[in-house]
């Protein structure tokens, strides 16, 4: 029996190590590299805010802080529209994972926000940090 059990287990571990190596790579038809994000460029993000229904939200880019977290770059924004705006909460923990776009290329994900702030002011992983991972 410890032979069947060895035997199913490589074809996994095998699986694993495949798809590791076909990793998506950067595309810059679709991607946008944190050195090229400035101060002021506008854009949106996705989220699902109640039930299933993917909303749309409006962001500002108020700067890129270099090495901000373990030595990776953050990308600041602020939300300008959606229902965080609307009532008025700050970034809230769903939208952790949120995508974010400027001239329909992926910048990153929301991954930060900050406590007891009514400002919807939210931490950005940069794309090419999570495509590193």
Wanted: hydrophobic fraction near 45%; glycine fraction near 12%.
């Amino acid at each position: 029996m410890a032979s069947r059990v060895l035997f199913l287990w490589f074809p996994a571990v095998v699986l694993c190590t495949c798809a590791r190596a076909d990793a998506p790579a950067f595309d810059p038809a679709t991607m946008m590299r944190v050195e090229e994000v400035q101060r002021g460029m506008k854009g949106y993000g996705l989220s699902v805010f109640h039930g299933v229904q993917i909303e749309r939200f409006d962001v500002e880019i108020m700067g890129v802080l270099s090495q901000a977290i373990l030595g990776a770059d953050m990308i600041l924004a602020k939300v300008t529209s959606g229902p965080v705006v609307e009532r008025n909460s700050g970034i809230i923990g769903g939208m952790s994972g949120s995508p974010v776009y400027i001239n329909d290329r992926l910048i990153g994900a929301i991954a930060y926000g900050w406590g007891f702030t009514r400002e919807p002011i939210c931490g950005i992983t940069p794309i090419e940090a999570m495509l590193d991972s």
